[in-house]
Each structure stands twice: as C-alpha cells, then as structure tokens.
C-alpha cells in the first residue's frame, strides 16, 4: 500500500533521489569500480575493458529490475492501469515521468518502487504486463540466470580471476544467448505490431536502440571469448 501512496503522490516530494539519477549513480559505481581496479593492478585503461565493465554494470542492475518484474508480476499488472490514466490526465510519457520520481533512501531497494518501472514500459511494450509473453518470459530468465556468468566476466576481465580458456568459453554461452534472445525479442515485437501503436520516437529510443545495444555488444564479446579461446591469454583485453 505504501508503494502505491509513494507513486501517486511522489510529484509532491521533495525527499528521496530521482529514479533516474539513482540509475545512472549504480551503474556508473559499478562500472568505475572494475576500471579502478584495473589500473590499480595492471596499471592502464583498456578500451574493451572498459565496454564491458559498462555493459555488465548495466546487466547487473536490469537484473534486478528483472527479479522485481518476476516478483511484483501482480502489482504490475494492476499499476498500468495508473500509468493508463496519469498519461491520459497529464500527457506526460510515463517512462520519462518515472525516472523523475524520487524514491526515498529507505526505499531504494524496494522491489515494488522498482516494479513501476515496468509498468511505465508496459505503455511502450504490453508484453511486460502480460505474464504469458515471450518478453515477459525472457527478462525474468535474464534476471535470474546471467548474474552468476556476469560475475564471472567482470572479475576475469578485471583481474585475470581464471584462465582466460575458462573465460572464453563462459562469454561465448552468455554472449551468445544474448544475441539470440534480444534479436528474438526484436523480432517478436515488430510481428506482433507493437511499432504501430507508438511514435516512431519512443520506437528509436525504447525498441531499437536498447535492442541494438544488447546485439551489438553480445555479438562483439562473442569475438573476445573466442579470441580467448583460441589464444589462451588476455591479450585482446591488454594484459
């Protein structure tokens, strides 16, 4: 009930962070702490290096959110409904409009404050209000499986933490069903027509862009595990 409260009222506070800055504070605190690191140890900065400390950040904190969708499915379902009417009263996108929301210090965690960030994409994709789509079942399988492998990366591509063989061969798995279930998920959601009931804006910013991203960069990392497989070392991570 309190999450509820918070979210219909939280244009009147002024305690608490935005959403949006407590977002990008997490994800750079991450991806500093593996770059940090790496020159404290090997003394430099490496370009890949720092893509992918960037990139598993990023997972990391998605998979969280991700946890939450599974385990505020409930809720979520119920608060689109809420975001239905707060676009229709104001005309504000609901997306923009919750990374503006202030989330109080004692809430950060919440999983249910972190839910609404899935009812507020739900505007843009349905499927994440719908426990029985491919998205739906996707992102809770990312949640819930890529932490561990992520881990594993970040510390191998950071310290050297196992063989580079060994971590080879775990990116190639964790790349590749990227590559494979985003492009899926690409594909899902332009069949199913979702791009006729959205601006060709939020297309490009919400859709295609982060789709490419979780493409792209999977595909690239698929290249650097078999560089580590096939040379043994981290050379193509420089050291």
Excluded at 54 to 81: M, P, T
Aim: charged letters at 15%; glycine letters at 8%.
């Amino acid at each position: 009930m309190y999450a509820v409260t918070m979210s219909d009222s939280h244009h009147d506070q002024r305690a608490g962070v935005p959403a949006g800055l407590l977002v990008a504070l997490v994800v750079l605190g991450l991806t500093l702490a593996g770059v940090v690191t790496r020159y404290r140890i090997h003394g430099d900065f490496n370009a890949i290096h720092c893509l992918f400390s960037l990139f598993f950040s990023l997972n990391l904190l998605i998979c969280y959110w991700e946890a939450c969708l599974f385990l505020r499915r409930d809720y979520i379902e119920k608060r689109v409904l809420y975001w239905h009417r707060r676009q229709r009263d104001t005309g504000r996108a609901p997306a923009r409009e919750f990374l503006f929301t202030r989330v109080p210090p004692g809430r950060i965690l919440s999983p249910t404050v972190w839910a609404d960030a899935w009812a507020t994409y739900s505007m843009i994709d349905p499927a994440y209000a719908d426990r029985r789509s491919f998205g739906f079942t996707a992102d809770i399988g990312n949640g819930f499986v890529t932490p561990i492998p992520t881990l594993i990366l970040y510390a191998a591509y950071t310290l050297g933490s196992v063989p580079a063989v060994v971590a080879g061969i775990v990116g190639v798995m964790l790349f590749w069903q990227w590559v494979y279930v985003s492009s899926l998920y690409w594909v899902s959601f332009f069949v199913s027509g979702g791009q006729r009931h959205i601006s060709r804006r939020d297309l490009y910013i919400y859709i295609v862009g982060p789709s490419a991203a979780w493409v792209l960069i999977p595909a690239f990392g698929v290249y650097v595990s078999l560089r580590l497989i096939l040379e043994g070392n981290y050379g193509v991570l420089g050291f």
